[in-house]
């Protein structure tokens, strides 16, 4: 059974969710802010985190910055929150997908078994040039060193990597990597860009993930 962890202020909220995803055979666990998730992460295995960001002691946004430092546990944030430039903030500090409220319990549940599917169904070993994919121990190298992706970096990478040269739209990768509806092409291009920090020597000419202008990306097949 998969364990998520529900992170929100508010107890009816967290009850809410919390009853709605055991009914879908989950394993939840909650946490009333982002202090008591933390300490839950580091004695507790968790599959995906719901994660609230306006709540006290420590707040979504810090609690990202922090369990990122250590962690790639897949995390769907849930906010009032409805600007564009909050999704893109949220999306850089490394969370993998957002969601506004009210909740759809419903579409929650999809996304959260869509993030944790996608944590294991690349299916090959992808070598190119300097750098390696390897599915199994779900590792990424580049000269032999290891670089850390969260979940969505890597599916994203995987899914480049599987047909070099082969045009992806950003509403393609969006379909295959995510669920629900498609939200605006920054959220793309938000992964792409941390994506890019991480793998590429010169992020102003990728050696790697290329831009295909007027369409989407590409994995370079030279």
């Not at 759809?104 to 190119?128: D, H, Y």
């Not at 032999?144 to 992706?149: E, V, Y």
């Not at 792409?192 to 202008?213: A, C, G, M, W």
Request: proline fraction near 3%.
């Amino acid at each position: 059974m998969y364990r998520v962890l529900v992170v929100d202020d508010r107890i009816s909220l967290r009850e809410t969710i919390s009853e709605y995803l055991s009914q879908q055979q989950l394993h939840v666990i909650c946490a009333g802010d982002g202090q008591e998730a933390f300490q839950l992460c580091a004695t507790h295995t968790f599959d995906c985190i719901v994660l609230d960001l306006m709540m006290p002691k420590m707040d979504g946004e810090t609690f990202i910055q922090k369990l990122r430092a250590r962690s790639n546990i897949p995390i769907i944030v849930i906010s009032a929150k409805v600007d564009e430039e909050d999704t893109v903030n949220v999306l850089a500090m490394g969370a993998d997908d957002y969601m506004t409220k009210p909740l759809k319990l419903k579409e929650l549940t999809a996304r959260i078994f869509a993030i944790i599917r996608r944590m294991g169904s690349i299916q090959s070993v992808v070598p190119n040039l300097l750098i390696q994919l390897d599915s199994s121990s779900r590792t990424v190298t580049i000269n032999n060193s290891k670089i850390t992706l969260t979940p969505t970096e890597f599916a994203i990478l995987s899914l480049l990597m599987s047909t070099p040269g082969k045009v992806y739209s950003r509403r393609n990768i969006f379909d295959m990597i995510f669920s629900g509806e498609f939200v605006s092409d920054r959220t793309i291009d938000v992964h792409i860009r941390n994506l890019r920090h991480k793998i590429e020597l010169d992020v102003n000419q990728p050696s790697f993930i290329v831009t295909v202008y007027g369409i989407g990306y590409k994995f370079r097949d030279e």
